[in-house]
């Protein structure tokens, strides 16, 4: 195929029609909802840097190394001039988050990573619908580009999903839709195309509600819209790499892999469906697991059964970690104890360190859990 024409040159009627495939493409490919907005972010830029002067990123030092590649998307991809944004949801059906959650032999795995990573999943069809769109492009000689993201870039995706219409930013910081919740990924293509936007229609309706904020176990939110990541579980659980502060031990309670309360107690989230990927099914019973049976798991188990999942990212060093300290949250059962015990000899000197805080709770007969405040 020659290109006779460059992507700025395309008409209105073409741009129009194409728009319109790609919803449809969209839907075809699983996908709940796509939009299309441009790149304007410099708003949410400002916003970030802000976050990173008050250190609130804590180690995640590449939330602030690509500089303005993060709001500038036209710098991450040269010629960018739209971003396509879609929606995937994965709330797993028949969960029971609260029922988990009230349960201290139980372990609490954030409902996103019961099933298969959603990377490859979300990326594959991505790459399909930017397919679909090159073809469509080269049968009229115009010469597209695009470049499909997962979280695998610096890449401001909730931004980009609200400007596209996927719903509002709240005040938890997740994109909450008003048909659907929270409980969904986001995936972007860039495009050089100037296709024509999608005006939002999700104003912010959080309204005066504040339950997420007050609901969080280790009081992460500075204020509202405002997340310090070192006080949160997910944070504490996934990207922390040593010891977790003994004072957010206990409020973690039985959470060895992330934190949805802030989602769980969401009122927008009783418009939210199971969702019929397979691939987001748990798997391995880890949406109710037993703390002593994972606990027991040796590394060539825990790496069977985290094969494919976003929970192998964190290793079975911090797994563990994890676990201890979910275990000394629970109840001081005999045979908690002695787990924990006969463990201390094969363990890392970081997986100790948490055994031994577990035991010293489990010993005297406490219990968890307490909500942590903020001091001021």
């Excluded at 073809?135 to 000689?141: I, T």
């Excluded at 972007?188 to 309706?205: A, F, G, K, R």
């Excluded at 109840?331 to 002695?338: S, V």
């Excluded at 031994?356 to 219990?367: D, I, P, T, V, Y």
Aim: hydrophobic fraction near 35%.
């Amino acid at each position: 195929m020659t290109f006779t024409s460059p992507a700025s040159s395309c008409s209105d009627e073409m741009l129009t029609e194409l728009a319109a495939h790609i919803h449809r493409w969209g839907r075809e490919l699983g996908f709940q909802q796509v939009g299309i907005t441009d790149c304007q972010l410099e708003q949410h830029g400002e916003r970030l840097q802000t976050w990173l002067e008050a250190g609130y990123n804590g180690d995640m030092e590449w939330m602030g190394s690509h500089g303005a590649k993060r709001w500038r998307p036209q710098l991450l991809e040269e010629g960018t001039l739209r971003v396509i944004s879609a929606r995937l949801d994965y709330l797993p059906p028949d969960t029971e988050p609260v029922r988990i959650l009230k349960d201290p032999g139980k372990a609490y795995v954030s409902r996103y990573a019961n099933g298969r990573d959603y990377h490859k999943l979300i990326r594959k069809r991505l790459a399909q619908l930017a397919q679909q769109i090159d073809r469509f492009c080269a049968e009229r000689g115009i010469a597209a580009s695009g470049r499909a993201f997962t979280d695998s870039a610096p890449v401001m995706e909730r931004a980009l999903a609200e400007k596209a219409g996927l719903g509002w930013i709240g005040k938890n910081c997740m994109v909450i839709n008003s048909q659907a919740g929270s409980w969904f990924f986001l995936g972007e293509i860039y495009t050089n195309l100037p296709l024509p936007v999608d005006v939002s229609e999700e104003p912010n309706q959080c309204g005066e509600c504040t339950a997420c904020l007050k609901v969080c176990p280790t009081d992460a939110f500075v204020d509202a819209y405002t997340l310090d990541a070192r006080r949160c579980i997910s944070y504490l659980t996934i990207e922390n790499n040593g010891p977790i502060p003994e004072e957010f031990r206990e409020p973690m309670g039985n959470r060895v892999f992330g934190c949805d309360d802030c989602q769980i107690i969401c009122p927008w989230n009783k418009f939210a469906k199971p969702t019929s990927e397979s691939d987001f099914h748990p798997r391995h019973g880890l949406d109710s697991g037993e703390l002593l049976d994972l606990f027991r798991w040796r590394e060539e188990e825990f790496l069977k059964k985290t094969e494919g999942s976003a929970i192998r990212r964190i290793g079975f060093e911090r797994w563990q970690r994890n676990l201890a300290v979910a275990l000394g949250n629970s109840d001081p059962a005999p045979e908690t104890i002695a787990v924990l015990e006969g463990a201390l000899d094969s363990v890392s000197p970081l997986v100790a360190e948490h055994i031994e805080w577990a035991l010293g709770r489990l010993r005297s007969g406490r219990r968890r859990k307490r909500k942590i405040k903020r001091t001021p």
